[in-house]
């Protein structure tokens, strides 16, 4: 499904997703997003890279620097998130369902 079209339909609902509340389904939109590889995601993958809750932020930022426009811009988000404690809620058996990882 990766870089198809019916993916790139469903970027603005996903983007929406992106604000749920349910940190789940932020991770999974985070994912999903990533596939798209659509330049206009960026913004949205990168404020989720603040996301209160850990899991979140490392799908996001898996997701970001596989699709980063270049190596100094995935360096620099990299030193912003290394400053940002590691601390934050996690979900107990968070697993991003799109993509099955277990963080």
Do not use: Y
Not at 64 to 91: F, I, K, T
């Amino acid at each position: 499904m990766e870089g198809k079209l019916a993916l790139q339909r469903t970027v603005p609902a996903l983007i929406a997703l992106s604000a749920h509340r349910d940190a789940h389904i932020r991770g999974d939109a985070a994912h999903l997003l990533s596939l798209t590889h659509d330049p206009a995601v960026q913004p949205h993958l990168q404020r989720l890279l603040a996301d209160a809750v850990a899991d979140v932020r490392e799908i996001a930022r898996e997701g970001w620097n596989a699709s980063a426009p270049s190596a100094d811009e995935r360096n620099r988000v990299a030193r912003m998130q290394a400053q940002r404690p590691e601390s934050g809620e996690h979900s107990p058996g968070f697993r991003c369902a799109s993509s099955g990882l277990h963080c």
